[in-house]
């Protein structure tokens, strides 16, 4: 006789369907850590540091993904009157630094229960339009990679904290900055080359007006007047491959031709080492080339070129730290991350004059 029994009824193993079975709870995730509801509490609410060990976070973290457990954020954000959502502003998409910058931002959001909102300014490094208009009540604060503080004033005109990455500390309109030292990158790079014994260089700076290529033109300019029998000369160009690739072609066509190239991003400098090889140099043999920032750029080029390294994913993760800080009422700090030279194939000692060969 065949069986009379209804799916779902009360004598089947598994008769309750995977949207009705109730959903874990804060005491679950604390029974499965072995810890009390106020450590799941400061964990998951992200209040956990200096309260709760890296380790007892790691195992509740861990509890909460085991059991699927997922904050209830609606009524969290009405108690505390946030969406628990921030918004990170960069000039481009197309450069995989700021990538790595939304990459570092996105993970410590994530340990956060926040959620960021990637947004590319239409104008670059100019005026960023408001993605929001009114509704900007949307937002809990804002974090901008790399722009003038006054690029953001339709931004900051409602209130919203401003964390700034890579600009101006002394600029004023930020609750907190956190920047790279860019002047020291720079440095390693005239020291480098200098050290090789390169005194007739080329500087191709970047066309954008701001903070941090204004601070990679006066570090080098300094470094450079340290040496007193070293001479530069500077083109300007915008961030492209083809730009660079122009300024280099007009910089390596002067008398005396300079022996070394120094660019403010790697991109210029893949446009360095095209021009000198549709001149006819070789590099490093006959010009030495390089980079800033250490893009996947870098590695792609032959030879690899010397580049300045920048902990891009620090500079995210740094910066929603700050932001976070400014939300809860701590005093956000206002790092400076180190930068390191990264020694590659693309430069060498000088070539020897020919009275010298």
Not at 44 to 50: I, P, R, V, Y
Not at 236 to 261: I, M, N, Y
Request: with cysteine; net charge negative; proline share 7%.
């Amino acid at each position: 006789m065949a069986s009379t029994r209804r799916p779902g009824t009360a004598d089947e193993p598994d008769a309750t369907a995977p949207s009705e079975r109730p959903r874990p709870t804060s005491r679950d995730v604390a029974r499965h850590a072995n810890v009390s509801q106020a450590t799941v509490s400061l964990v998951l609410g992200g209040k956990w540091q200096g309260r709760v060990s890296a380790r007892t976070a790691e195992t509740v973290r861990s509890a909460a993904r085991t059991l699927g457990y997922r904050p209830n954020l609606a009524a969290r954000s009405l108690r505390l009157g946030r969406t628990r959502t921030a918004l990170l502003v960069v000039p481009a998409l197309t450069h995989d630094y700021f990538a790595r910058v939304h990459a570092g931002a996105s993970r410590v959001a994530a340990e956060h229960d926040f959620g960021v909102v990637l947004y590319p300014s239409p104008e670059g490094t100019g005026p960023a339009v408001d993605p929001f208009g009114s509704a900007r009540a949307a937002l809990d604060g804002v974090i901008a990679s790399s722009m003038a503080p006054e690029a953001l004033a339709a931004l900051g005109e409602g209130g919203l904290p401003l964390v700034m990455l890579d600009t101006d500390p002394a600029g004023g309109r930020a609750a907190a900055t956190v920047n790279l030292d860019i002047a020291d990158g720079m440095r390693q790079v005239a020291g480098h080359l200098l050290g090789l014994g390169h005194r007739r260089l080329a500087h191709l700076a970047a066309a954008v007006d701001t903070w941090t290529f204004g601070v990679r033109a006066r570090a080098l300019e300094e470094a450079v007047a340290g040496e007193p029998a070293a001479a530069m000369r500077t083109e300007s160009s915008d961030l492209t491959v083809e730009a660079g690739l122009r300024a280099a072609t007009r910089a390596l066509s002067a008398e005396p031709r300079p022996t070394a190239v120094i660019c403010d991003d790697d991109l210029l400098a893949a446009g360095a080492c095209k021009a000198a090889r549709r001149l006819g140099l070789r590099v490093p043999e006959d010009v030495s080339v390089t980079g800033f920032d250490d893009l996947s750029l870098a590695t792609a080029l032959e030879p690899e070129l010397t580049t300045v390294r920048l902990p891009a994913e620090e500079v995210g993760a740094a910066g929603m730290r700050a932001l976070l800080d400014v939300l809860e009422g701590r005093t956000a700090g206002t790092p400076v991350l180190p930068v390191r030279l990264v020694q590659r194939d693309s430069t060498a000692e000088p070539p020897q004059p020919p009275e010298e060969r």
